[in-house]
DNA sequence: GTGAAAGCGCTAACAA
DNA sequence: TTGTTAGCGCTTTCAC
């Protein structure tokens, strides 16, 4: 492969226009101190000779590396890719982030790191020194993670945690899980559900507590007992079917049930039916997280969408500004979920 | 934000290793001339301090960028994730192509852009100029678009083409939809199903006409007829729909139908349903693409499982070893798919 | 085999 | 308001 150099550099446009590199610069990066015929003599040259500057030489200048890294946990990722079960965080992600970042002349870098083993510090150390991002975005259940933020803190790199209400270095980002897990719960006790049970995600991930407590404080406010009504799952199926088994095994077994993610919904669902409860006239169901084999179920499930795009367009947003001046981060953003209802969930039999 | 330096740069490593600059670099780049012993001082400096060449400065002293850009179509790709519907190529790309990628030192970035518009070309020159990406990957239905073609052969930019057989600039690799689609085909027949309907993909697709190849091919070789048994549409839902009702409206209306994607699959699905037909007892069926909700429909559907993950690895690992020497791209590659049997295909009825 | 020089395209600091 | 100078961290010549 031949050395690949740049075919139209900054010097050309400012030979073009006839005036100096860093005229062309400050025009580039929106500088003030330009007069206006100068800005639109030089942009009529960009536009004529089509420039585009190259990012690695911004970089070098000392300048921004236009680029963000979006850090998932590699096992989790990998695992919801190999599995095709339509986990679509990541889309998600890249739907609100990646143009986020194009709209801004930024790109998404996704990056997929062991959070859990030991060397986490050393792959972030390695990303950063070999991208010098400009920002990193963390997403459950690494968002408060302390290895991850001090590093990040130290380099004084800005970053979003998605998922988090912790104030401290980086912009806090929550979808307020506790009130959705409310919002799901108020819809069920609306429906007549006195009973109603709540299959919690695994500790590691802090969103869990939340919803837990949403449910819980639902469930005071309507004057219900939540005693035996709480299983806990790992996200996973099978978790999710030992869980509703210890559920619906209860002697007053629950009218409806909300699980903390799809896998443990579908479990349940499928527990039912092998069960011969019927879905939704015997046990009204809800998913947290509203992925496509939720929406594709059979009933189509009544979910909790969570809205991870717009929260991801809302991180690379504050990144994006805290390049340039201070940003606010001193309190979390809050980007409701919402309750999507579908063929789930119905009102509870009177004969009960 | 403060100037941001590299902590750790060739420099120091030199320094630690009593060696010149040079001599770090070549270690790094595993080039010729060397001692072993001065490597193995090199790499002990090298692990000792951290070190990470830096991707922009490598790009700028003329090499690599170790940026390989996944070209997919903005509209589809955007409409995909919006519609939450479990369309997984990106996904299966970035499990394929991004962990390849990583496992060499490169990064994927994934790039969308308004391919059908009269702005590709500047869209894509701006992409190059901008990242300098070592290569770029091709996804249908742009795998073969002449403007993309000539412009990365021009730039000397190594390129994959992804679902395409066509010899010339770049790397064709293929899943190999003909024989994919006599495959299904194939199952059906061996099943006794004599009348087989088939639904195209669009035209603007390389991909569908190889598909429709397929099936006739292997009607052929049954001695089968398809006259009335073909219909089209254009991936959309809708479209499918159309097209189903074309085939199962006609007087002696398929026993089985294959569907090029995913969607038009469940519109046949859903319209069966609809008329009382039940699947697979009265219509088998199939789907082209394995997407979750063909995994999760009722009945799960049969279906084409395109290896797009390892088609993305193996188009990767085409551009990397092309950055080295010449490698040979005369043939396309091939990385057939396979038919997962589920429920919706079963024996012709006796009967009938 | 190894090292010293020059330069990639850009920006920061300074000067005018 | 504009231009000049000196790097950024690395690789590519080309000497030794």
């Not at 900054?10 to 007069?35: C, F, M, Y």
Request: glycine letters at 8%; hydrophobic letters at 45%; one cysteine or more.
């Amino acid at each position: 492969m031949a050395r690949r150099r740049q075919s139209v550099t900054i010097k050309h446009v400012a030979a073009d226009a006839g005036v100096s590199l860093q005229t062309v610069s400050r025009v580039i990066n929106k500088e003030p101190n330009v007069r206006p015929e100068m800005i639109e003599r030089v942009q009529a040259s960009i536009a004529k000779l089509g420039y585009v500057p190259s990012i690695a030489a911004q970089r070098m200048g000392g300048s921004r590396s236009y680029l963000i890294l979006a850090l998932n946990d590699r096992e989790r990722t990998i695992a919801g890719w190999q599995s095709r079960e339509g986990t679509d965080w990541v889309d998600q992600m890249l739907l609100g982030g990646m143009l986020t970042c194009a709209r801004h002349g930024y790109r998404m870098i996704v990056e997929l790191v062991d959070t859990h083993s030991d060397h986490i510090e050393r792959e972030l150390l390695a990303a950063i020194a070999a991208l010098q991002p400009d920002g990193v975005i963390l997403t459950p259940p690494h968002s408060e993670n302390p290895l991850i933020i001090d590093l990040l803190a130290e380099h004084r790199i800005s970053f979003a945690r998605i998922g988090s209400v912790k104030p401290g270095p980086g912009f806090a980002l929550t979808m307020d899980d506790e009130r959705a897990a409310r919002l799901a719960t108020e819809h069920l006790v609306g429906l007549g559900h006195r009973r109603i049970g709540f299959i919690a995600g695994p500790d590691d991930f802090e969103l869990s507590g939340w919803r837990v407590d949403g449910w819980r404080g639902a469930m005071a406010a309507a004057g219900l007992a939540t005693d035996g009504l709480l299983a806990q799952g790992d996200f996973g199926y099978a978790s999710g079917t030992a869980a509703a088994r210890a559920l619906l095994d209860a002697l007053d077994p629950p009218t409806a049930i909300i699980a903390s993610n799809d896998q443990m919904t579908l479990a349940t669902l499928a527990l039912a039916r092998e069960r011969g409860i019927e879905v939704p006239a015997d046990l009204s169901l809800i998913s947290f997280d509203d992925t496509p084999i939720v929406r594709f179920a059979h009933p189509p499930l009544t979910a909790v969408v969570q809205p991870i795009a717009e929260v991801s367009a809302k991180a690379v947003e504050l990144i994006i500004a805290d390049q340039a001046g201070q940003v606010d981060g001193s309190q979390p953003i809050v980007v409701p979920a919402r309750v999507e209802v579908r063929n789930s969930t119905t009102a509870i039999r009177e004969t009960e």
